[in-house]
């Protein structure tokens, strides 16, 4: 007998038919001899539908209040689906994050789980019981305010029960069958991994996959928690998302996957003085205005006047923001020009295979100078190459590169497998 | 300065519109120097609609889930209602139940109140922000599960804080301006009434007056605390209700109003025997089914053979249930026959004043006699007579007992404020 953590996202769960139908699959893996805790996000876009409210309301909602609403809508998930479940004959239970003992940080609507205490969740199980959970939500350990865990926390919250109790496997459902080589709507003849290493899906998750959300797979490799990547609306087994890649066996290392991103914009400072802390300046600035940046490069200086240039990129959603800082800061700085650009793509490939396998970096090149494809700006880390093209050719360069590295398999991908759940 | 305790009905909240009036109208009373708790029932018609949900994944949610799911509701306006006062610059911070220490019994579905323990809330008002506080629900001190205290419970709560919290007033807002001397509807030049006692506010919300629930009248008037019953669409004071009927100068003792109600129906057991027993068994298999029967009689008996007639009237939404009942029933009581009547209503006249004014009951039948309407069962209280007659006479007869005993004014009510919120 296994104990089971299944989270259902919330496309999973939008219609009372939606609804029946994951009960019956709760109910399900619960008589075929294991115990089962599920975690719900809320019902299809109940979410967005609480922030329209809010934002009508008020202009800036205070972040307490804002949890206090939107944890209304995992409430009505997991008690929606224990009703079905109980319908079906079973026992289920339903428990609010502070119920079930997710215990957080008190920073409001991104709060980071510190401890789980789920002692009422492991009585329940004992009688036989199947378990709901809110996903998402949790409590503050000092002021006992509710929380939330920011967009994605309910696969979060899944991973971090999964590891207090212990159990055997969490099962993430959406309706994204597994991890798949690329995004089949870009790439007909990705395939769908049986297998994949922690450090390879956090790689994926890094450059744009958003099958897992990053913080999950983080804590569920930290806590040594499997996870596994299903559709609620198949029986397919999915991708296992287990192990390090250090215990692959070495021959059967390989290259993982190809991921697109069009979600950055590049933003490039012109004649910057190119000296120690001018940089600096510009990052701090972003840092403060909580504006992440992901790759970065800065030109050799110039041998005349003694500047360079910066270029990074960021979420375009903070493109204007960053922007309107930068401008301010360009008048001091004394910097030539500050260029925005959202016409940009990223493209990357990951694998473990990449570590003991020399020349990747020259095929991926040589991929994309056979497709025409520019490269903009490269970024490497040990399992993975990403580089900054236009995003006119972000598709046609991640099919050169699938074909390259022999990713796809000799049919075409049926399902959609997507980014975004 | 004052602590006052205001609860919003569904229908002051039903849009963000609706949600921003009602927050102008709690910061107005706190910048009068007042310190203000809020409870907020769920917006418009948010708790049918998660009914309606329920029943599409469960013919029969069990309660403990249905609690958890409806609770939603009352987070949802109570955390709105919080960031749209913020937005007018005021402190808010929105309680659950149990974080307001609403403490119940178990029953799911119709908790009664056992202790309320507003420790967070007086911490904060101490702090001079404005309370809000959900509604319609607690938690079980036992088992520490969301429990809900049945329909109209949010009033119950907020006489409930109203009373822990020592407060002055708890004022009732909804779209009804205040408690009649007839339904305006009915009856075009009834009064608003400026006060009334709780033994007539008892008596009205007993007779069919929905204006208050009877539950909330109940627990103020045992705690003293003064309600009253205002609109949230205007600045009428509404109407108080405090004191006992006792307080009142002899010599302004008078007649509160008239009452209408078309929820009851009417049944007949014809030919019961008239020994000790029979009637008892009858009424307890009516109890054991949770059926409230209001008005009772039973005729003389009948010297031929024995036997007697039993009349009593219970909701016409128990009807068929009572009748299927009855129906077992007769034939192992050989009774004659059991009949069911739904076209009847029920007309009350409720006052303080009929205590020490004689002839009330004769100026009240000669009205009914003078209307030409036929009387079918009385029932009287020391402050109220009740009668039972065709449904289709119901309004005539208001009219004509609020004429008799000159409780209307001389222009015509102008605010709809009918049964009903």
């Known amino acids: 007998m296994a104990l089971i953590v299944q989270k259902y996202g919330g496309s999973s769960l939008e219609s009372a038919e939606r609804i029946r139908n994951v009960a019956e699959r709760i109910v399900a893996t619960k008589k075929k001899g294991n115990d089962v805790v599920v975690v719900c996000s809320a019902m299809g876009d109940t979410t967005d539908e609480l922030l329209d409210l809010a934002s009508e309301v008020s202009p800036v909602p205070p972040a307490r209040e804002l949890d206090m609403l939107l944890t209304a809508g995992e409430r009505i998930s997991n008690a929606l689906v224990a009703m079905a479940i109980d319908s079906l004959g079973a026992k289920a239970q339903s428990f609010t994050g502070s119920q079930a003992g997710v215990l957080t940080t008190e920073r409001h609507g991104d709060a980071r789980i510190v401890d789980v205490t789920p002692g009422r969740v492991r009585e329940a199980l004992d009688k036989g019981?199947?378990?709901?959970?809110?996903?998402?939500?949790?409590?503050?350990?000092?002021?006992?305010?509710?929380?939330?865990?920011?967009?994605?926390?309910?696969?979060?919250?899944?991973?971090?029960?999964?590891?207090?109790?212990?159990?055997?496997?969490?099962?993430?459902?959406?309706?994204?069958?597994?991890?798949?080589?690329?995004?089949?709507?870009?790439?007909?003849?990705?395939?769908?991994?049986?297998?994949?290493?922690?450090?390879?899906?956090?790689?994926?998750a890094a450059v744009g996959s958003k099958i897992l959300v990053l913080r999950s797979v983080e804590y569920a490799r930290a806590c040594g928690v499997p996870m596994r990547v299903r559709s609620s609306y198949s029986n397919d087994p999915g991708t296992l998302v287990a192990g390090s890649m250090e215990d692959i066996p070495v021959e059967e290392v390989v290259l993982t996957g190809v991921a697109t991103d069009k979600s950055e914009a590049k933003i490039t400072v012109l004649g910057i003085p190119d000296t120690p802390g001018k940089a600096a300046n510009?990052?701090?600035?972003?840092?403060?205005?909580?504006?992440?940046?992901?790759?970065?490069?800065?030109?050799?200086?110039?041998?005349?006047?003694?500047?360079?240039?910066?270029?990074?990129?960021?979420?375009?959603?903070?493109?204007?923001?960053?922007?309107e800082l930068l401008r301010k800061l360009q008048r001091d700085g004394n910097w030539k020009n500050v260029?925005?650009?959202?016409?940009?793509?990223?493209?990357?490939?990951?694998?473990?295979?990449?570590?003991?396998?020399?020349g990747v970096t020259a095929d991926f090149t040589e991929a994309l100078r056979d497709a025409n494809v520019n490269m903009e700006l490269i970024s490497t880390s040990e399992i993975r190459i990403s580089v900054l093209i236009r995003e006119e050719h972000l598709d046609k360069a991640a099919r050169a590169l699938h074909e390259k590295f022999g990713l796809g398999g000799d049919k075409v991908a049926k399902v959609y497998a997507g980014t975004g759940r």
Chains 1, 2 share one sequence.
């Open 339 to 358: 260029l925005y650009d959202d016409q940009i793509g990223k493209v990357s490939l990951i694998g473990a295979g990449m570590k003991s396998h020399p």
């Open 129 to 204: 019981h199947i378990c709901l959970v809110a996903g998402f939500q949790g409590v503050n350990k000092e002021t006992r305010d509710v929380t939330t865990l920011g967009r994605g926390g309910s696969d979060t919250t899944a991973v971090a029960l999964a590891a207090a109790l212990n159990a055997d496997v969490c099962e993430i459902y959406s309706d994204v069958d597994g991890v798949y080589t690329a995004d089949p709507r870009i790439v007909p003849n990705a395939q769908k991994l049986d297998k994949i290493s922690f450090e390879e899906m956090l790689e994926l």
């Open 282 to 323: 510009v990052f701090r600035a972003l840092a403060d205005a909580e504006i992440n940046i992901d790759m970065v490069l800065q030109n050799v200086s110039s041998l005349e006047d003694g500047t360079t240039d910066i270029t990074f990129t960021c979420p375009r959603n903070d493109g204007p923001r960053a922007m």
